[in-house]
C-alpha cells in the first residue's frame, strides 16, 4: 500500500527555521516525483514545487523559488520542506504528494502537516 | 504562472447534474491534456477525481466525467448526491516540470 506520512504540526516565531518531511512506503521512492502543495487557511492549492529523489532534480514555482527549499534523502525514503526564515504569511497546511508520470496527477498525498507562524 | 479560473460557488439539487469549469491559457489548459480535478471535503486531504482530462481512477464512480474545449476543462457531475458536497479544484500540467492549480469551487447540494 503506497502511504505518505508527513511530519507533525509546528508552532513557530517569525525568523525562525523550519524543515519538515514527508516519508513514502509502499513503492520505489526514487522512481516518482514528489510534489508539495500549500493551503492557506480558507484558501485553495498553491502548488510549491517538485523533486525527483531519483536524482533530487528539483523544480519551483515562480511564487515559492527563494522562499523554500526541497530535498530529499532516498536513503530513508524522505523529501523535505524547508524554510530558512519563517513569515506570519507561511501559516498554512502543507501536502506533498506522489505524482503520476512525469506529467501526471497528484495520486497518493500525504496527511499534511499544519505550520502556524504567531509572535 | 496564474491560477487557473474557476467559479467561485455552484450549486445543484439531488440527482441533477452540474459543470464545474476551468479556464487557463494556451499554456496551460490549452497545450496539454494533463488536466486532473481533485475533491476536498473540508478538513480532509484532497483525493483525485479525474486525471488526463477525462480518465476516471478506479473507485471513482462514473457519475464523474471531465472534458475540454480549448482552453477550458470541465468537471461534470451527474446524479448529484449529498456526500459530493465539497471543494473541487482543477490543475493543468504548464510545462517545464510546472503545474498550477485553479482557485476552487466550493459545490453545494441543495
Known amino acids: 500500500e503506497v502511504q505518505l506520512v508527513q511530519s507533525g504540526a509546528e508552532v513557530k516565531k517569525p525568523g525562525e527555521s523550519l524543515k519538515i518531511s514527508c516519508k513514502g512506503s509502499g513503492y520505489s521512492f526514487t522512481s516518482y516525483w514528489i510534489g508539495w502543495v500549500r493551503q492557506m487557511p480558507g484558501k485553495g492549492l498553491d502548488w510549491m514545487g517538485i523533486?525527483?529523489?531519483?536524482?533530487?532534480?528539483?523544480r519551483y514555482s515562480p511564487s515559492f523559488q527563494g522562499q523554500v527549499t526541497i530535498s530529499a534523502d532516498k536513503s530513508i525514503s524522505t523529501a523535505y520542506l524547508q524554510w530558512s526564515s519563517l513569515k506570519a504569511s507561511d501559516t498554512a497546511m502543507y501536502y506533498c504528494?506522489?505524482?503520476?508520470?512525469?506529467?501526471?496527477?497528484?495520486?497518493?498525498w500525504g496527511q499534511g502537516t499544519l505550520v502556524t507562524v504567531s509572535s | 504562472q496564474s491560477a487557473l479560473t474557476q467559479p467561485r460557488s455552484v450549486s445543484g439539487s439531488p440527482g441533477q447534474s452540474v459543470t464545474i469549469s476551468c479556464t487557463g491559457t494556451s499554456s496551460d489548459v490549452g497545450g496539454y491534456d494533463y488536466v486532473s480535478w481533485y475533491q476536498q471535503h473540508p478538513g480532509k486531504v484532497p483525493k483525485v477525481m479525474i486525471y488526463?482530462?477525462?480518465k476516471r481512477p478506479s473507485g471513482v464512480p462514473d457519475r464523474f466525467s471531465g472534458s475540454k474545449s480549448g482552453n477550458t476543462a470541465s468537471l461534470t457531475i451527474s446524479g448529484l448526491q449529498a456526500e459530493d458536497e465539497a471543494d473541487y479544484y482543477c490543475?493543468?500540467?504548464?510545462?517545464?516540470?510546472?503545474?498550477?492549480f485553479g482557485g476552487g469551487t466550493k459545490l453545494t447540494v441543495l
Open positions: 504528494a506522489r505524482i503520476r508520470g512525469s506529467t501526471g496527477y497528484y495520486e497518493y
Open positions: 490543475c493543468s500540467y504548464a510545462g517545464s516540470y510546472s503545474w498550477v
Open positions: 488526463d482530462v477525462s
Open positions: 523533486i525527483y529523489p531519483g536524482d533530487s532534480d528539483t
